[in-house]
C-alpha cells in the first residue's frame, strides 16, 4: 500500500490560522534576535489563558503548549513531506525504535517556509542515548524509496547535505545525472565516482544529539530538513565527515564504506571554493 504525503491541515483546537501563526514567527524571531543578536527558527505555541473572576485571585500559569512551529527560509514544503512520510512508515511499525512529531500543517510564504507539528515536552538526548540513537537510524536507512522513486527529499526537490556550500545542492533527476555531474567536476581533478553502481537508501546527514528528544521512555527525531534519498555514497560520507558533536553516536552506528567517499570529497571541495552548487 502506497504512502501519502500529501499535506492536509489538520485542525486542532486551539489553533490559530495560518496568517496568526506567521506574524507569531516573525514576531518571535524579532524580540530574539534584538535581544541576543542571533537567529531562531523555533516557536512554541500556546494558547492564551482564558480569564475569570476566579483566575483574578489565583496564581497566573502558562498555558499547556499545542504545537512546535519550525519556521524560517530554509523550512520546506519537501521537509515536511518527509516528516510525514516517516510518520507513516512508523505507525505501521509494531514496534518502532522511535517516533516522530506529527505534522499539523506546512506552507511557504514569500521567502520563508513553515512546519506545525505536535510539541513533544521532551528533553534533548545525551551520551547514555547513543544505542537507541543508532537504532533509529539504521531504521532510516531502511525506508524504502518512494512510488515516485524520486531522489532528494520526498516528493523531490533540492537535495540538502553538507557536500554542497550553504548545504543545498541542486535536484537530480535521475542518479545517472548526477554521476555525470560529478564527474564532469572531478575529471579535471584525477578523479571519477560511480554513483550508479549504489544501492538508493534513505541518509540522515545532520546527527547531532540537538536532532533527537527524549520522552519518558521514547525517544523522537525531530529534524529531517538534512535527509532523503540517494545512492549509499553520501550517507557514507556524512560518516566520514561527522558533525562536530555526532562523533560519540558515530561508533554504534554500522553502515559501509563507499570507494566514492573520496571523491565526493574533493568534489565538496569545489562547491566550497566556487560557490556553484548547479548542474
Request: contains cysteine; charged residues 20%.
Amino acid at each position: 500500500m502506497s504512502i501519502s504525503t500529501e499535506i492536509v491541515p489538520r485542525a486542532i483546537p486551539g489553533l490559530p490560522s495560518r496568517e496568526v501563526l506567521a506574524a507569531l514567527c516573525s514576531a518571535h524571531e524579532s524580540e530574539h534576535f534584538n535581544h541576543y543578536r542571533t537567529r531562531i527558527s523555533h516557536f512554541i505555541y500556546r494558547p492564551p489563558k482564558r480569564r475569570s473572576i476566579c483566575s483574578l485571585f489565583k496564581s497566573q500559569r502558562i498555558s499547556e503548549p499545542i504545537a512546535l512551529i519550525k519556521f524560517g527560509y530554509h523550512v520546506t514544503l519537501s521537509e515536511a513531506r518527509t516528516q510525514i512520510y516517516v510518520f507513516q512508515h512508523l505507525k505501521r511499525d509494531p514496534s518502532p525504535p522511535f517516533r516522530v512529531a506529527e505534522v499539523y500543517d506546512a506552507w511557504e510564504d514569500r521567502s520563508w517556509g513553515f512546519i506545525v507539528m505536535e510539541y513533544i515536552p521532551g528533553v534533548t538526548a545525551t551520551a547514555i542515548d547513543c544505542p537507541r540513537i543508532a537504532a533509529a537510524i539504521h531504521w532510516l536507512l531502511a525506508l524504502p524509496l518512494p512510488d515516485d522513486g524520486k531522489l532528494g527529499p520526498v516528493g523531490g526537490g533540492p537535495m540538502r547535505h553538507c557536500l554542497w556550500r550553504d548545504e543545498e545542492g541542486p535536484t537530480y533527476e535521475s542518479v545517472e545525472q548526477m554521476d555525470t555531474h560529478f564527474n564532469n567536476i572531478l575529471k579535471f581533478q584525477g578523479f571519477a565516482v560511480n554513483l550508479s553502481a549504489d544501492p538508493v537508501c534513505f541518509y540522515y546527514e545532520d546527527i547531532d544529539f540537538g536532532n533527537f528528544l527524549v520522552a519518558g521512555d521514547q525517544l523522537y527525531v525531530i529534524d529531517f530538513e538534512h535527509t532523503g534519498f540517494a545512492p549509499t555514497s553520501f550517507m557514507s560520507y556524512s560518516l566520514a565527515n561527522p558533525r562536530a558533536r555526532s562523533n560519540s553516536i558515530l561508533s554504534h552506528i554500522k553502515f559501509p564504506k563507499s570507494d566514492n567517499v573520496r571523491g565526493l570529497g574533493r568534489a565538496a571541495y569545489f562547491f566550497f571554493m566556487t560557490g556553484n552548487n548547479r548542474i
